[in-house]
């Protein structure tokens, strides 16, 4: 204050007002269903990487539901099935398409030569669809396909194309199995908006930004530049 600096942020008031109220009911309704305390929302501009608003919890004021920690831009969550778009798109880079066929069936995953350790995923309707396209299977969000998926792409390959898409957390390669495909790894929320950013750019990341200028009474300190990163070839972002 004393220096004189003026920070203008990307921030819309009319969503960030908006998004404050979606936030109080939608913490309040999780709480009464699901015993979940807290909640928190990032929107971003997907053509120029600007945070258009982000509450980073219920309440800042309420620390005994940790009020003043920033869920959205330093907590880590499980993103559940919402990180499946990025196995799929890995697979389409290793040529598989969206006709590929795989079986929705009951099966159980040994990648360790160790029974005692193998992996029998359900589907969330505890029902099995048989034969069904990586298209439709992605759509319904069903749960084998998926796993199997990320069996074919390998899960090397699956954490080199989600950190492409700027998922910067999943670092730790001995901790993940068949299961990071419905989400048994965590990541930022302002990183999962900015990588599903990618799909709507035809495969561009546009650095995320929550500053437009920086400024004196006599000078710009900083200001907001569009920095653009080819991520996915379009024809694959697109399937």
């Given at each position: ?77 499980q993103p559940g099935s919402a990180i499946k778009p990025f196995v799929y798109a890995a697979a389409f880079k290793k040529g598989y398409t969206p006709e590929t066929v795989v079986f929705d069936l009951e ?133």
């Amino acid at each position: 204050r004393t220096a004189g600096l003026k920070v203008i942020p990307t921030l819309d008031w009319q969503l960030q007002k908006t998004a404050e109220e979606v936030i109080a009911r939608g913490a309040k309704r999780n709480n009464e269903l699901y015993q979940g305390r807290n909640a928190a929302l990032v929107a971003e501009d997907p053509k120029t990487g600007e945070i258009l608003a982000l509450v980073g919890s219920q309440d800042y004021f309420d620390t005994a539901n940790d009020g003043n920690f920033n869920v959205a831009a330093q907590g880590l969550r499980q993103p559940g099935s919402a990180i499946k778009p990025f196995v799929y798109a890995a697979a389409f880079k290793k040529g598989y398409t969206p006709e590929t066929v795989v079986f929705d069936l009951e099966t159980e995953f040994d990648t360790t030569l160790d029974p005692a350790k193998s992996y029998k995923p359900q589907n969330f309707t505890e029902r099995f669809l048989g034969p069904i396209t990586l298209r439709s299977a992605l759509a319904q969000s069903v749960n084998v396909p998926a796993v199997k998926v990320l069996y074919l792409v390998g899960l090397d390959e699956a954490l080199k194309t989600a950190r492409e898409f700027g998922l910067s957390t999943l670092t730790e390669r001995s901790r993940y199995g068949l299961s990071l495909v419905l989400g048994g790894g965590e990541v930022k929320l302002i990183d999962l908006v900015g990588a599903y950013s990618v799909f709507a750019q035809d495969g561009f990341r546009h650095r995320q930004s929550l500053v437009l200028k920086v400024e004196t009474k006599n000078k710009i300190l900083e200001a907001y530049q569009d920095e653009i990163l080819p991520v996915l070839e379009p024809q694959y972002a697109r399937l």
